[in-house]
């Protein structure tokens, strides 16, 4: 052995080699290279990357040869100590890989070892003599403009700037004569810090919290003294004023040096938020960044180093900001935490919302959800004592909640998709100058395309799934695959002239409210129109500042937004989600209406929802028109409890899938039957059977389900049958635990 002092870098790679290898530190990287970091290291006859989960002392029994760490990718550290425990849970609970985490808690364009950007910049290096001032004057006047710009503003610019204005060669001829000095400097790139953040700003004023506000952040703050790991739930109405508690409850953390992440569902709430927190955190010494998909890659990598390097304490974001690699993690805050945007439907399929009760397990910090209908696991987890809670009743400022109406559609005239009710009280909003917001969770202009003759229906040629007329383009497109074929004029299969586009999208409610009302100023969200990475953000931002009347969309637009002047909303059709194949649809109608419901009446003007449905009388609804939570609460949970279905037990879904029937039935039939063997003990197991949607981008799936107690234990016999097994290479599996 070498050196008895020297030190290994324990590494797991990021190359699928699921075992940890030990590198010695070269004398260059002593002190740079930390656990959490990332680090290009020799396998074989070729180099990879790995993550450092541990740095050891070498013992005086490893006589063998290790070979060195190569170089280091990032100078930070790209997961810090609590990450790395983190990493493992996943692994562990959801089943998967621990390259698959790893490649989701750290960005692509981190891995990739990019530099910051820059640009390069020149400063005064000397001031000329009078002489060459003079000569400068006469002969070379840009020149001269420039040098005397840098005497009024001596601060370095930048050289493409100066270039624009005075002209590149004067700008290198100055360089050359030894005035100028050139060199570069970092461009940050940081998002939503641009002219639509104005929009966004909502008020950096403090309000004064009300009696049960008071006593909510009175219960976190206790907890955030305690300096040990908790779970609370902030369970209030919509309008109740959650944001304010969240607020103050973040700068305390600030203020005592930590750190925190903010979590929304959505990317469309991020604006809002954003510019929430902007105003009322800027003066607690540090700076908010944001974190989601629509990021490039400059502004994610910015992102990702001001966090690394604890120049900014506080992130914002979806589902992957849980990720964040902040260090003295205090605080994190789930928004809309019963929101299904949390759960990750690719490897690893994780929600977000149990990550982070999980990170702060692992910080010692404070998980708080926050929602107005909290999902029926975590209010069984405030049952039983997991998770604390404080309640708030009553909305903001004396605000009521808004009265809900039901227009049964059934009375209405066949083809109607707007019922009277919900027309004349459009009308009476436009004549007010006040806002209304319609919703309905499906794009595009029809639904199906069937033939009363022959009963034939467009389906897509490649998933089990009938395709959407797109009006606007002329063209038929899969939601699922995104498959497109030209919309037919008859029947493709009998050329009957009687077929027909039935059930209405977001386009065609466009088109018919802007027919019943054309001078209203109307705006649309949903998939195809938020085609740019701004249109979110320029959208929401016309609507806050009353340069729309009416706003469409899907989903995007049900929860979290807060618009004073929306009197009105209308849930176009509420039955949707009663009709998926999902033992949470009642639960998903119930928390869908009072979130989107939520909307209305949050300024000055009294709020009113109209809910269209051809089902009054399902409970979902009705308890949903009384404001009765705690009613539907019972009920669906005596519900669940009779089919064993979560919260008293967990659930996991796997997932089979193969181009081949036939291989996919035999395979997926003898797993269940190896399983049945193992695990009958420890789970009840159902199938296997066809998914509700058979096939997708032309594989058929099938699945298996395990209803259990102990997730974990039920996950590591899988994974191993699942490693024994001899699968068909035509024939692949997934675990997806907590299905959503």
């Known amino acids: ?70 170089s280091l990718v990032q100078p930070q550290r790209a997961l810090t100590e609590d990450l790395i425990k983190l990493s493992h849970w996943i692994r562990d609970y959801y089943g998967c890989g621990l390259q698959s985490v790893f490649e989701s808690m750290i960005p692509s364009v981190v891995r990739s070892g990019r530099a910051a950007p820059s640009a390069k910049e020149v400063s005064l290096l000397r001031f000329p003599d009078e002489s060459e001032l003079s000569a400068m004057r006469r002969r070379a006047p840009r020149q001269h403009e420039i040098v005397q710009s840098f005497i009024k503003h001596p601060d370095p610019a930048l050289k493409a700037e100066l270039s ?20 570069s400097r970092g461009i940050k790139k940081s998002a939503y810090d641009d002219d639509i953040a104005g929009a966004e700003i909502v008020s950096a004023q403090d309000h004064e919290l009300n009696a049960e506000q008071s006593s909510a952040f009175k219960d976190i703050c206790a907890l955030l003294e305690k300096r040990e790991f908790a ?15 969240y607020i103050q409850a973040m700068r305390r953390v600030l203020n005592g040096g930590g750190s925190c992440i903010f979590l929304v569902p959505e990317i469309a709430l991020t604006p809002q938020t954003v510019g929430r927190l902007r105003s009322r955190l800027g003066n607690c010494g540090t700076k908010l960044v944001v974190w989601h998909s629509n990021l490039s890659d400059g502004e994610r990598l910015e992102a990702w180093r001001e966090l690394a390097k604890g120049e900014a304490r506080v992130v914002v974001g979806a589902r992957s900001c849980i990720f964040a690699p902040l ?11 019963h929101d299904s945007a949390y759960k990750q439907d690719s490897n690893p399929r994780y929600n977000a919302r149990d990550v982070a009760v999980m990170r702060a397990n692992f910080a010692d910090g404070v998980c708080v959800l926050g929602s107005a209908t909290p999902s029926l696991e975590t209010l069984f ?38 019922s009277r009710m919900l027309h004349d009280k459009i009308g009476e909003r436009l004549e007010r100058g006040e806002q209304t917001i319609l919703f ?43 498959h497109e074929a030209r919309a037919p004029l008859l029947c493709p299969k009998c050329a009957s002239e009687a077929a027909k586009w039935r059930g209405a999208g977001t386009q065609k409610i466009e088109e018919i409210i802007s027919k019943a009302f054309p001078h209203a100023r109307i705006g649309r969200m949903d998939a195809d129109s938020m085609r740019r990475r701004d249109d979110y953000r320029k959208t929401l931002g016309d609507f806050r500042m009353g340069k729309l009347d009416i706003l469409i969309g899907t989903q995007m637009i049900a929860k979290g937004l807060d618009f004073p002047r929306v009197t009105l909303v209308g849930i176009i059709d509420a039955d949707i989600s009663l009709h998926m194949p999902d033992f949470r649809a009642a639960e998903r109608t119930y928390q869908l209406i009072v979130q989107v419901a939520g909307r209305a009446g949050r300024g000055e003007g009294l709020g009113e929802v109209v809910v269209q449905t051809r089902r009054p009388e399902e409970a979902p609804i009705q308890y949903a028109k009384s404001d009765d939570m705690e009613g539907f609460l019972e009920e669906e949970l005596a519900h669940r409890a009779e089919y064993h279905y979560p919260p008293s037990r967990r659930i996991i879904r796997h997932l089979f899938k193969s181009r081949s029937q036939e291989k996919l039935s035999f395979y997926a039939e003898n797993f269940a039957k190896l399983a049945e063997e193992k695990l009958s003990c420890l789970c009840e197991i159902r199938g296997p059977a066809p998914e509700p949607i058979e096939k997708v981008e032309d594989h058929y799936r099938w699945q298996i389900w395990y209803f259990c107690k102990n997730v974990k234990k039920v996950v590591s016999i899988l994974s191993a049958l699942r490693r024994e097994f001899a699968f068909d290479e035509d024939v692949l599996d997934v675990l997806d635990v907590d299905p959503s």
């Open 440 to 482: 309905l969770n499906r794009r595009g202009y029809a639904k199906v395309y069937e033939c009363p003759d022959c009963a034939h229906v467009e389906e897509c040629p490649h998933c089990s799934i009938s395709l959407t007329w797109h009006k606007s383009s002329g063209r038929m497109k899969c939601h699922v695959c995104g």
């Open 1 to 70: 052995m070498k050196n008895s002092g020297e030190r290994l870098a324990v590494v797991a790679l990021l190359s699928g080699l699921e075992r940890e290898l030990s590198y010695s530190i070269p004398a260059p990287l002593e002190g740079a290279i930390r656990v959490g970091s990332i680090v290009k290291v020799p396998l074989r006859n070729t180099s990879a990357q790995g993550i450092v989960m541990d740095i050891r002392p070498r013992r005086a029994d490893e006589t063998f040869r290790v070979k060195p760490v190569i």
């Open 381 to 418: 987890n405030t049952k039983n004592g997991k998770y604390s809670i404080s309640k708030i009743t009553k909305r903001i400022d004396g605000c009521r909640l808004p009265t809900v109406l039901i227009a049964d559609m059934k009375r209405e005239r066949a083809g109607s998709v707007i």
């Open 164 to 183: 624009k204005t005075f002209g590149a060669s004067a700008v290198d001829s100055l360089i050359e004569k030894g005035i100028l000095s050139e060199g």
């Open 231 to 245: 779970s609370h739930l902030l369970y209030g109405v919509t309008g109740s004023g959650k944001t304010e508690i």
């Open 327 to 337: 260090e003295n993690l205090r605080l994190i805050i789930v928004d809309e935490e």
